[in-house]
């Protein structure tokens, strides 16, 4: 606790700057990601990164979601295709 006292106390604001921005890309990497990858669910993947940022679990959920969205998509189409 002492290390976190000392760096809020010297001032290093640019420090603390960049801490916050990794933590903010790390936060919302699923929302980022679905851009690339799932680009019809980003709204939804966007606001469920809020609350899932509290819990491994539930942001490793969120990750898959917007990473896997295209691949759901294809395997449906196929699976709708062979009926």
């Known amino acids: 606790m002492d290390y976190i006292?000392?760096?809020l106390?010297?001032?290093n604001y640019s420090f603390i700057a960049l801490i916050l921005i990794c933590v903010l890309v790390l936060w919302f990497l699923p929302a980022?990601?679905?851009?690339?990858?799932?680009?019809?669910?980003?709204?939804?993947i966007l606001f469920a990164c809020?609350?899932?940022?509290?819990?491994l679990i539930a942001w490793g959920g969120v990750?898959?979601?917007a990473t896997t969205g295209k691949a759901?998509?294809?395997y449906a189409n196929k699976a709708?295709?062979?009926?």
């Open 5 to 7: 006292n000392n760096i």
């Open 9 to 11: 106390a010297s001032g």
């Open 32 to 44: 980022i990601l679905a851009l690339i990858f799932n680009r019809e669910h980003f709204k939804y």
């Open 50 to 55: 809020i609350p899932a940022g509290f819990s």
């Open 63 to 65: 990750l898959v979601w």
């Open 72 to 74: 759901i998509g294809k």
């Open 80 to 83: 709708n295709n062979e009926n």
